[in-house]
């Protein structure tokens, strides 16, 4: 059976929603006790991300996951390896939108809306990374 390494902080604000992106949900589920329940969306190229709200307090407690990738036990994907794939599917878009010929206006718009997705996902990472950083601090 395939295992997911998923990196949780409390969700602190609506900030770390708006930017991500997030446009696929995936599935949802609630654990064995029915007192955590998970939201899973899909990002780009198998990366995912979590909300998880856990019921087993007093009042609710909801997180976010890092950006991660699906069966990563074996290999744990940081943001800053997250940052870096999407910073060469980049470079791979531009290089490709480069040698296209101008007359693929279409083909030519999909890439640099491609481009811009992959650009707005690394802000979003980097944003929630600040944030999470900043809640670090001030404890």
Not at 14 to 19: D, G, P, S, T
């Amino acid at each position: 059976m395939s295992k997911t390494k998923v990196s949780l902080k409390s969700l602190q604000s609506a900030k770390q929603l708006e930017r991500i992106g997030v446009s696929n949900y995936v599935e949802h589920v609630w654990n064995d006790d029915r007192m955590i329940f998970t939201v899973t969306f899909n990002l780009v190229y198998g990366f995912m991300q979590d909300i998880v709200i856990n019921f087993s307090e007093s009042r609710p407690d909801v997180y976010i996951s890092d950006a991660c990738i699906l069966n990563n036990a074996e290999h744990e994907i940081t943001d800053s390896l997250a940052i870096e794939k999407f910073e060469k599917l980049i470079s791979n878009r531009k290089a490709k939108l480069n040698n296209m010929p101008l007359f693929f206006e279409n083909d030519r718009d999909a890439l640099e809306m491609e481009i811009e997705s992959y650009r707005k996902t690394i802000r979003a990472i980097e944003d929630i990374r600040t944030i999470n950083e900043k809640k670090a601090v001030d404890f």
